[in-house]
């Protein structure tokens, strides 16, 4: 059998989409957000969004005794 006998794959453009959003949701859901803009928080030793500077909760950015023991 050559690779001529074998239909070519044909994936839908709406198939692509809903696979990306899909992998997004799945690979961002544990991760920390603001809660002002959404956008995810990728170091939690700072108080403030680097996105929009909004003030994060505390149950969100690292106290300085957490920042510190983890350094």
Do not use: W
């Not at 002002?36 to 108080?47: D, E, I, P």
């Not at 005794?65 to 350094?71: F, I, M, Q, V």
């Amino acid at each position: 059998m050559s690779s001529s006998d074998l239909p070519a794959l044909a994936i839908q453009p709406e198939a692509i989409s809903n696979l990306v959003e899909c992998l997004t949701i799945h690979t961002t859901a544990r991760a920390h957000r603001c809660p002002c803009c959404k956008s995810v928080v990728y170091s939690r030793r700072f108080a403030t969004c680097r996105d929009c500077g909004e003030v994060l909760p505390d149950e969100i950015h690292l106290g300085a005794d957490e920042a510190a023991r983890l350094s």
